[in-house]
């Protein structure tokens, strides 16, 4: 099966033509050609991508506090940060040396993923991409790469207290992040995030019964290894398409050069001067009460914003050319954007004459990325909430808490998982890749569930050393938002078809679970339980996931770049499900306390 590529299936073949014993009842109808046994996304041959790994963490803090008066109590703390990550990984695909990669195959040609490596000094700028793929000069069977990250940070925080019913929180954090390349040399330095947080908690009664609550702050992104690894590593990513009689390849030796090739990544990002932090603030507005001795009501206000994003991009439809730029997508003004555009067009124009060296056609491909990353939306998420709260403290033997929220996510960039096609390649997905593709992309989010209901309560029934235990758990919420979309040139389902949610909703979702356990206690301060759980205890079948792909074909895109609505549905599993609630299920455990 190593010996085999890896292959999707999206032009709906039928699957008589990899089962045998399904063959004979999926033979199309020679009048109608009616085929009874479509199958969409299928996967067969080898075992697709593979990798050894091995990561080493070693973390360290120093930190100290101390407590004094002055103008009412303080309470201060400071201290140092350290953390030293090291990766070694080896990433391979299936196939035989010489022609492995991962193939998905379209109705109008195969698409294969492989990997390249360029000698270090070089750059995927003085290349054509045909040079990276399979039977290419750089084409590489592996990428093999050990890389490091050096996070440290140092804080101070202190908790004033100028009156008993007043607390005034006050703390600044500096973080400083430094990636190194395969070949241990530094790749990406961040050495300028602050991070201030301010709180304030005052209690009105001064009988601690009610607090009235406000707080900021900024939070920084922890580059994980995975960037480091990906974009620094020299593991340079290659989309390439072959003719449509080369649709089902065991080997792709055997397809001969590719009709183009697309380079997703470079083999080592450039990284823009002065890139800066990724970072989220947050405030939260709130207030709770207690209404009677032993419940408490409370309501929250929560904004949620994306400050600045980390992301490769620089790829446009126009120039051909994938993401090739670790930056910070839309933070160039407009003067910095004619200035680069400008700049890309004059180097182009010296790239175009007869005698154009390399180095003055690389420069060109560059200034063009650069300009095509300036291009780019501003990356936004916000999130904005109202929560509900009332809980009751366990008293007369039972205890209730709930809560309800409604808010809203908002956006055109998910984060550091890209929720919409399912990629978890943090500050390298394909979000902010392509300059065109971004069309469409800003409105709720794969998150965005606007009512959230959670109710948990319990009884506790005492009788000498027994106690029994029964409890329900509620929980409610809205659905995902859906939105049709269509490949890419790069064979991925990163077109927005119609703006993002405008296919409507998962079904609300709802479960209720059950839980009983009982207790004795035992000699020697000893107490044992037994308990059962039971998960969706109405079984209910709701529908989680849809399938968004509305079309297996590409999607093309009109003079404007607005992509251009397929004519018809390509996907006949278009909305339909492609996930459900877990069943009901149960656990049964025994506990001993001591």
Known sequence: MESMNDITWKNNPSLGQFDPIAAPYCRADP???????????????????????????????????????????????????????????????????????STTVYPDSP????????????????????????????YQDSIHAKTTALNQA???????????NLTINLGLRWEAQRLTDYQGNTALSITDSLAPRVGVVYDPTKEGRSKIYAHFGRYYESIPMDLAD???????????????????????????APDQAFAVTGDRLYVMPHIKGAYNNEVVLGA????????????????????????????????????????????ADSAAVADLKNRAAGLQAAAALPDATPATKAAAAQAQALADAAQMPNPERTYKAIQLTASKRLAKNWFFAGSY???????????????????????????????????????????????????????QYVRGRHMLTPGLGFVGMSGQPLTPLGASADGADTVFILPRGSAGRTPFFTQLDFHLSYRTKMSNGLAAETFVDVFNILNQKTVLTEDQEYTTDSVNFDSSGKPIPPAAQGNPNYLRATSYQTPISGRMGVRVFF
């Open 31 to 101: 009048t109608t050609g009616f085929d009874p046994c479509p199958v969409q996304g299928y996967q067969s041959g080898g075992y697709g991508a593979m990798r050894e790994m091995t990561a080493r963490r070693w973390a360290g803090q120093i930190k100290s506090t101390h407590v004094f008066s002055g103008f009412g109590l303080h309470e201060l703390k400071y201290g140092v940060d350290y953390e030293l990550n090291q990766f070694d990984d080896k990433v391979w695909n299936s196939g035989i040396n010489g022609s492995r990669g």
């Open 230 to 256: 990906k974009a620094f590593g020299g593991q340079g990513a290659v989309v390439t398409s072959y003719s449509a009689g080369c649709a089902t390849p065991g080997s792709l030796s055997s397809c001969g």
């Open 111 to 138: 698409y294969t993923y492989s990997f390249y490596r360029l000698p270090y000094s070089d750059s995927i700028f003085n290349h054509d991409a045909t040079e990276l793929g399979p039977n290419g000069l750089y």
């Open 154 to 164: 140092a804080f101070i925080q202190e908790s004033y207290l100028p009156l008993p």
């Open 405 to 459: 929220t409604y808010s809203r996510t908002m956006g055109n960039y998910t984060g550091l998982y890209a929720a919409d096609y399912g990629q978890l390649n943090p500050n390298t997905s394909m979000q902010f890749d392509v300059r065109e593709l971004m069309v469409n992309q800003h409105g709720p989010m794969p998150n965005d569930r606007p009512h959230v209901i959670h109710v948990d309560g319990f009884y």
């Open 288 to 331: 709770q009460y207690q209404l009677l001795q032993d419940l408490v009501i409370g309501g929250a206000v929560i904004y949620r914003w994306l400050g600045r994003a980390i992301e490769d991009t620089g790829g446009s439809l126009e120039s051909g050319q994938g993401p090739s730029i670790l930056a910070n997508p839309g933070t």
